[in-house]
């Protein structure tokens, strides 16, 4: 009779394989040994359940790297950090969040050599520039450069077969220049937007910062300078692990005051990797782990 026909199946359990019997209400349970027994409950269960990957939700914390900067002959140095918090799609994508800060703190201390070496000059029949002193610092969620110089304008021409020359214009000045953070359109490069809050200077030197184009190209040489030594020591290549360098994408850009007026720097950003980025960006943030 069909009803009484002894029907078995193999499990392979454990390295092993195990013959089970399917009684007659279909339950599956090896010949000899109670279904009551522990091991043979979860043998079941294995072999009867659908594979299952299970949710992959976790947070990295990329250790301090330290970007070396020379300024003048003196190193200086920006440490960059990063949180990476990741969140699974499905089998084999996830999401990941990004805050990636840098401590410009050591750029602070350095702003007077820093625009000196870019904006210094000593032209005889020209422009004469020297920063007598730079600050840079915080004002949420931008920043604001005080810059303190001197500036001649000379003119030089001949006389009776000798060479005069002539100060055209000269004094000192304080630039205020306020610096908002943005992101380029690749989204993945910081870009500072200038804006001239405030210009103090002697006679006819405030005249020409205000309203000839002087104003505006140290604005600007002010802005470029400060940025360019920004960017390389945010530099995303620098910073975060090989597993998701090329993943990352920046959606904004803010200042922030670290405490005691030291100025950091907060990029955000997103991006999607593979499981096995996952796993590959678990072990490289390892790698980077001290004493490793």
Known sequence: MLGKMKRFVRVFFLGKVVRLHLGGNGALWPRSVSPSAPWIVLCVAMAAAPAVTLAQNVTFKVPPVKIPLKIKEQSVTITAF?????????????????????????????????????????????????IEHAELAPVEPASVAVVQLHYERWACAKVLGKEKSKRLVGGNAMIEVKLTPAIEQNNTELRLVPEVEKIDADGSLGELLRSGS???????????????????????????????????????????????????????????????????????IKERMPGK
């Open 82 to 130: 990063a949180v990476v918090s990741v969140r699974s799609k499905d089998a084999e994508t996830s999401f990941f969040k990004l805050e990636l800060s840098a401590d410009l703190g050591e750029l602070q201390q350095n702003m007077t050599a820093l625009l000196g070496s870019q904006l210094d000059k000593e032209d005889a029949c020209g422009e004469r520039i020297s």
């Open 214 to 284: 002087l104003g505006d190209i140290l604005r600007d040489k002010i802005r470029t300078s400060i940025l360019s030594a920004m960017q390389k020591g945010m530099d995303l290549s620098a910073t975060l692990p090989p597993a998701m360098q090329r993943h990352a994408t920046i959606q904004n850009a803010a200042f922030k005051d670290g405490g005691s007026g030291r100025l950091v720097a907060v990029l955000a950003g997103e991006g999607q990797i593979t499981r096995e980025e996952v796993q590959a960006l678990s072990r490289q």
